[in-house]
C-alpha cells in the first residue's frame, strides 16, 4: 500500500519568539537553582563523629553557636534574655513537645552550649539534641 505524499519542505523564516522564551525561561531556572545566589548565614564548623547517629522526631527548633560564642535564632543573633523569650513563645505556641537543636561550632565553648541547654530546659524543652556531621563510613573489602 503506498500512502500519499503531500508534505512539503517548509521554505519560509523561522519565528524567534518561541525560541527567545525558551531560551528566557532555561536561563531563569538554571540561576535560581544555582549557587550564584546568594544565602545569607554564618559559617558553623559542625563536629565530626564517626558513627551514624539518630535524628530528632517531631517538630524542632534550631539554635546555633558561632566560634565567637554567639547565639543565633531564626538566622538572627540575639542575647541570651530574648533567646530565652523566643524559646518559651515557641513551646506554648506548639502543640506537639518540640525539640531543640544545637549547632555548635567545634571552636564554641561548652559552656555557652549547657548555658542553652539551661535555658532550653527553663522554657520547657523535654529532649535537647546537639547536630554533629556524620563523617562517611570506611567501605569494607568484600
Same mark, same amino acid.
Given at each position: ?62 539554635? &546555633?553557636?558561632? =566560634? !565567637?560564642? %554567639? ?9 541570651? *534574655? $530574648?533567646?530565652?523569650? @523566643? ?16 549547632? &555548635?561550632?567545634? =571552636? !564554641?565553648? %561548652? ?9 532550653? *530546659? $527553663?522554657?520547657?524543652? @523535654? ?16
Amino acid at each position: 500500500m503506498k500512502l500519499p505524499r503531500n508534505a512539503k519542505i517548509f521554505r519560509g523564516q523561522l519565528d524567534a519568539a518561541p525560541f527567545a522564551g525558551v531560551f528566557f525561561l532555561l536561563l531563569i531556572l538554571l540561576t535560581l537553582s544555582s549557587t550564584l545566589v546568594f544565602s545569607p548565614g554564618v559559617k558553623i564548623n559542625l563536629p565530626e563523629v564517626r558513627e551514624p547517629l539518630g535524628g530528632a522526631e517531631g517538630p524542632t527548633v534550631v539554635v &546555633a553557636i558561632d =566560634a !565567637a560564642g %554567639l547565639l543565633y535564632y531564626d538566622n538572627q543573633a540575639m542575647p541570651e *534574655g $530574648e533567646l530565652r523569650k @523566643k524559646l518559651a513563645a515557641a513551646v506554648q505556641s506548639s502543640r506537639d513537645p518540640l525539640t531543640l537543636e544545637i549547632l &555548635a561550632d567545634k =571552636a !564554641a565553648k %561548652l559552656e555557652i552550649a549547657y548555658r542553652l541547654m539551661g535555658l532550653a *530546659g $527553663e522554657a520547657g524543652f @523535654k529532649v535537647v539534641h546537639c547536630v554533629v556531621r556524620s563523617q562517611p563510613l570506611p567501605s569494607r573489602a568484600p
